[in-house]
């Protein structure tokens, strides 16, 4: 089944401590892209991809990392989460930029 | 800058009757658009897409929208709304061309409430 696939689902960690969320896609999509989405403010674009080791930063990139070493998965990196990341993330995927395949989500909350 | 603003946070209807979600963006070219539906704790699905070509663009679940470019707006719509389309819809915007396509920008949402 054509997917993309997040993990954790939820998450609680405690402030300082570094986390990654995975994602990984099964459509050999080129483009990939990490949104949060919080009450009030929609999906805001924290980065996306447009290829292997081709990233750029969306519109709230700070606090956040990413990486794009194989084509398949690209996992979003907190090296240092605050109380302010706690958000529903969503990973997403697109064969050429004509709209995203979204994963599930994660829940992260940061205590 | 690309931008796109939903004018409605929140509309509600009854069922069986008609629909209509605004949406207007702002871009210095001609868009990609697209119509999202998020249902409560699930992820987003599309609903459909706007490229070029014919303005008018049907969708899934009975849905369509209006490409106006003079008016900057791509409403979606559905003539009669029934009680599973009870969700949240959100507009987005991205480049038609060049390494920004994957900068989806997305607009704040409306929350769709279906009476009996």
């Known amino acids: 089944e054509a997917q993309v696939t997040q993990n954790p689902r939820y998450l609680i960690t405690v402030t300082g401590k570094k986390l990654t969320v995975t994602c990984s896609q099964n459509?050999?999509?080129?483009?990939m892209s990490w949104y949060r989405q919080d009450p009030g403010l929609g999906l805001r674009q924290i980065y996306y991809s447009m290829n292997v080791e081709v990233t750029d930063k969306g519109d709230v990139p700070e606090g956040y990392k990413v990486s794009r070493k194989e084509k398949r998965n690209f996992p979003l990196i907190l090296e240092s989460p605050s109380p302010n990341q706690t958000s529903l993330y969503f990973c997403?995927?697109?064969?050429?930029?004509?709209?995203?395949?979204f994963g599930s989500g994660t829940r992260l909350t940061v205590v | 800058a690309q931008s796109v603003t939903q004018p409605d946070i929140h509309i509600t209807v009854s069922e069986g009757a008609s629909l209509e979600l605004r949406c207007n963006y702002s871009y210095g070219a001609t868009p990609y658009l697209f119509w999202y539906v998020q249902s409560p704790g699930q992820g987003l699905q599309l609903l459909l897409k706007y490229f070029s070509g014919d303005t008018l663009v049907q969708g899934i679940k009975g849905f369509e929208a209006e490409f106006k470019r003079s008016q900057s707006s791509f409403n979606l719509r559905k003539p009669s709304v029934h009680w599973s389309d009870a969700a949240e819809y959100f507009c987005a915007v991205g480049a038609s061309y060049g390494g920004s396509q994957g900068n989806l920008i997305f607009g704040k949402g409306t929350k769709l409430s279906v009476k009996p």
């Open positions: 459509m050999n999509h080129e483009y």
């Open positions: 997403a995927s697109s064969l050429s930029g004509d709209g995203y395949t």
